[in-house]
């Protein structure tokens, strides 16, 4: 079965400091993933996705950036964190693209930028 | 565009109350429907799906209806208990993206007290 994992679960980062959150999933291939984010009193925004390696779509121009080395591994980054950055980062995947096809997310990263 | 529309909370319930929320959308074409839910802490988890027009979507007693003349998809349960207590999101994926990327509500919570 497919299993997908993101870590760290939780981080604590000044303002200005680097961020690494990384996801895997496991059981399948070629999927496309997605980072989402979900700010304190406000929905999902999907930040990125990805159809293949080394394929990037931005949703929203921001202070992130995200990259996927490998077929199963998705990375979102940043160089220098801002306080608006502060929210609940979710992984998700999916196989292929058909109207039968379900997202699925993993556990979630909480960030909180000081 | 594609845009979600979920009724607000928070939604305060005594256990075994009949449970509905609402949920509209917009969408070019024929989406797909979803409810996931959020249980504190956690990441988002698939509760039900329905991918055509008056499909129903059950699991865990809950049910929605793909409602294609009222672009509806609302959320119900018979009798909710404490452990439903979560947030609620109803979401979409449409033909345009290939039904790869979905488009989420802002969230209702539910809290059910005993």
């Known amino acids: 079965s497919q299993t997908i994992h993101q870590w760290p679960a939780t981080l604590v980062q000044p303002v200005g400091s680097p961020l690494s959150l990384e996801c895997t999933v496991e059981?399948?291939?070629?999927?496309?993933l997605y980072w989402y984010r979900q700010a304190a009193g406000r929905g999902l925004q999907l930040l990125f996705y990805s159809v293949g390696i080394g394929q990037i779509s931005s949703e929203v121009p921001q202070n992130l950036s995200a990259s996927r080395p490998q077929d199963r591994q998705f990375i979102l980054s940043s160089k220098k964190l801002l306080l608006s950055d502060s929210g609940f980062y979710l992984c998700?995947?999916?196989?292929?693209?058909?109207?039968?096809?379900?997202?699925?997310f993993g556990e979630g990263s909480w960030l909180t930028v000081v | 565009g594609n845009s979600v529309t979920q009724m607000e909370g928070p939604v305060t319930l005594s256990e075994e109350a009949f449970l509905t929320i609402n949920c509209t959308y917009t969408a070019t074409g024929y989406p797909s429907l979803f409810w996931y839910v959020q249980y504190p802490g956690e990441g988002l988890q698939l509760l039900l799906k329905?991918?055509?027009?008056?499909d129903k979507g059950s699991n865990k007693g809950f049910e929605a209806t793909y409602r294609k003349e009222t672009t509806s998809f609302h959320l119900e349960k018979g009798s909710v208990q404490v452990s439903d207590s979560a947030v609620y999101f109803c979401?979409?994926?449409?033909?345009?993206?290939?039904?790869?990327?979905?488009?989420f509500g802002k969230g209702t919570m539910l809290l059910v007290s005993p």
């Open positions: 059981g399948t291939s070629n999927p496309n």
């Open positions: 329905a991918t055509k027009a008056d």
């Open positions: 979401a979409l994926s449409g033909p345009a993206s290939g039904y790869s990327t979905l488009t």
């Open positions: 998700a995947w999916v196989a292929g693209g058909s109207r039968r096809n379900t997202i699925y």
